[in-house]
T-cell receptor, first 113, second 109 residues
């Protein structure tokens, strides 16, 4: 089974703090994604990466950056956390080629005070 | 974003089959239909996908109409642990999945 893990299930940070969310997958998938999920808005793509050191902006990249130094790890960085970044953050991975099945981690619920 | 239409909510008695419909009238010939579910406060879980033929795995069956404009996810013997929001999705030229609001399935004891 594909396993995608995220570093924290729950996180509380203060406005202006730098926040790191880590995601690791163990299936040698080339593609990795960061989404945020908010009530009534569904999942929105923040960034994705299709290879090591490669990154592409999703629909809502503002206020976020990412890092992919190793194939299995994809980090989401909030440079200066703000209250409107309070959300559920979901990481996913997918193998290149074939169906577009994405496998998700358990999510990190971030509260910015 | 590729749009699908699903009922907002459904109930199903425990042990009975749950049939969750989805309309995807704008799907094109080479786009797969995917089903995911999300149990409260967890990440989405992949269930099944299909292109043209009906599919079955250990979790569910997927019935796709011949014109591919709609599909039905079938959970053959629903349990309380199947209570979740179920999403029907397909991609349309994008690299991300548009989940929409899904169907909230409640399995009733």
């Amino acid at each position: 089974d594909v396993k995608v893990t995220q570093s924290s299930r729950y996180l509380v940070k203060r406005t202006g703090e730098k926040v790191f969310l880590e995601c690791v997958q163990d299936m040698d998938h080339e593609n990795m994604f960061w989404y945020r999920q908010d009530p009534g808005l569904g999942l929105r793509l923040i960034y994705f990466s299709y290879d090591v050191k490669m990154k592409e902006k999703g629909d809502i990249p503002e206020g976020y950056s990412v890092s992919r130094e190793k194939k299995e790890r994809f980090s989401l960085i909030l440079e200066s956390a703000s209250t409107n970044q309070t959300s559920m953050y979901l990481c996913a991975s997918r193998k290149t080629g074939g169906p577009e099945t994405q496998y998700f981690g358990p999510g990190t619920r971030l509260l910015v005070l | 974003d590729a749009k699908t239409t699903q009922p907002t909510s459904m109930d199903c008695a425990e042990g009975r089959a749950a049939n969750l419909p989805c309309n995807h009238s704008t799907i094109s010939g080479n786009e797969y239909v995917y089903w995911y579910r999300q149990i409260h406060s967890q990440g989405p879980q992949y269930i099944i996908h299909g292109l043209k033929n009906n599919e079955t795995n250990e979790m569910a069956s997927l019935i796709i109409t011949e014109d591919r404009k709609s599909s039905t996810l079938i959970l053959p013997h629903a349990t309380l642990r199947d209570t979740a929001v179920y999403y029907c999705i397909y991609l349309s030229g994008a690299n991300n999945l548009f989940f929409g609001t899904g169907t909230r399935l409640t399995v009733i004891p």
